[in-house]
């Protein structure tokens, strides 16, 4: 059978033992408990996705070599090996390069979400016959989160005269209590565009991407790893990249129907539960909180893209804001953007990791003096939708169709502004 399985390190053998031998019940009581994330691939939708992917194989083969190893060292190169290969998979699979691995369509980008899973399960259960401090399992789910999302994988060809480059970041699905069946549109962009080249009126431009978790604690903390695994992984990931692309954007899914280019950006966690079911509301934590500001905008060439025809669904220029008024108390939502001190309550984008990626992205790009020379920003995709009257099945026609024009729409509207751009500059 070649469905993926949690385990729960030992705990899991010493189960279906009986909890019958002293080493199996000492095992049991200290085996680190799965993720509310790694709980869900238990259900049969992650099963039938796995299965029909030919990704259901990734966790178990993972999890003998994961044993195999024979210190920390070969364990920590195991990782950083079989991580980046399961990103490198996933894009060639989305791409049509080699076996499809089932009658899933490649499009799809919720393989590579619940194979991670099952990796990071066997992480942190993993019962080595050496010692592994916290720290350093730590360290090798960081490890496994960074490759398998092409975080380690941006690479730019280093000398090509005329080569734009463009850097794209997606997200994982997410609100998969509602749906346990969800994709996320702009997970699908991240693996069809990875490495591409799209060509666009002023010349060819080199798109690399990543992925991102729909996780509070990741995005913590700035550049301070005090936060847990991954903590401060925009930052982390974007720092070494800004200074030498031409145009950036984060996207993730927005509203029904349509695309949204965001025109501000607000330091504002709204509360709402992530992957884990873990809420936060406060301001954005971010290194030098003194010099935070509460606004960040888009410079993204946003007339030229929503004036373009890039597609089936309308592109909007959203300006909306919620705001504290200075000297107020209460939420005010300002169609126009924010008006002078007032309070961050929600950009353009929400309150949620889309508007705090797309803050911490542009956030980022000013710190680094790059504001009037970077475009960037961040944009939001519409609603994947299932067809009418699908409530049970994991794909239709629809759905593919869905996924297939946003991900088209999302290369047309890069194409728009890398052109804009460069009309500006000249």
Do not use: C
């Amino acid at each position: 059978m070649h469905s993926i399985r949690v385990r729960v390190g030992f705990l899991g053998l010493a189960l279906l033992a009986g909890l019958s031998s002293p080493t199996a019940r000492a095992a049991a009581e200290t085996a680190p408990a799965p993720t509310v994330e790694e709980q869900r691939l238990a259900g049969a939708v992650p099963r039938e996705i796995l299965a029909r992917s030919g990704f259901d194989a990734v966790a178990p083969r993972f999890a003998r070599l994961l044993q195999a190893s024979h210190s920390y060292a070969q364990a920590r190169r195991l990782v950083d090996r079989e991580g980046g290969a399961l990103w490198r998979r996933a894009v060639d699979r989305v791409q049509g390069r080699g076996p499809a691995g089932g009658d899933l369509s490649r499009d799809d980008d919720r393989p590579l979400y619940w194979a991670r899973l099952g990796m990071t399960s066997e992480v942190r259960t993993w019962e080595p016959a050496f010692t592994v401090t916290e720290r350093q399992r730590t360290a090798l789910l960081d490890a496994l989160e960074r490759t398998s999302r092409g975080q380690s994988d941006i690479r730019y060809p280093a000398h090509a005269k005329g080569l734009k480059r463009v850097l794209v970041t997606g997200f994982d699905p997410f609100t998969l209590d509602r749906d346990i069946r969800i994709s996320n549109p702009s997970g699908a962009t991240a693996l069809a565009l990875d490495g591409t080249v799209i060509r666009t009126a002023d010349g060819p431009a080199r798109v690399e991407t990543a992925v991102f978790p729909v996780r509070w604690q990741d995005f913590a903390g700035g550049t301070s790893q005090a936060f847990g695994t991954g903590g401060g992984t925009v930052e982390r990931t974007l720092r070494p990249y800004l200074p030498h692309v031409d145009l950036f954007t984060t996207v993730s899914q927005g509203r029904v129907g349509r695309f949204d280019v965001e025109r501000t950006n607000g330091a504002w966690r709204g509360g709402f539960p992530d992957n884990d079911n873990i809420g936060r509301t406060e301001t954005v934590p971010v290194a030098d909180p003194a010099s935070q500001p509460q606004w960040t905008t888009t410079t993204l060439p946003y007339p030229a893209i929503v004036a373009a025809d890039t597609g089936r669904f309308p592109v909007y220029d959203n300006t909306s804001v919620t705001e504290i008024p200075a000297g107020g108390t209460a939420p005010v939502v300002r169609p126009d953007g924010p008006t002078a001190g007032s309070t961050a309550r929600a950009g353009g984008g929400g309150n949620y990791l889309s508007n705090e990626i797309a803050y911490r992205a542009t956030l980022l790009r000013d710190r680094l003096g790059l504001h009037d020379s970077l475009p960037g920003g961040h944009v939001h995709t519409p609603v994947l939708q299932f067809g009418t009257g699908n409530t049970t099945e994991v794909t239709d026609a629809e759905f593919v169709r869905n996924r297939l024009d946003i991900v088209a729409q999302v290369r047309a509207i890069l194409t728009v502004a890398v052109s804009a751009t460069e009309r500006t500059r000249d």
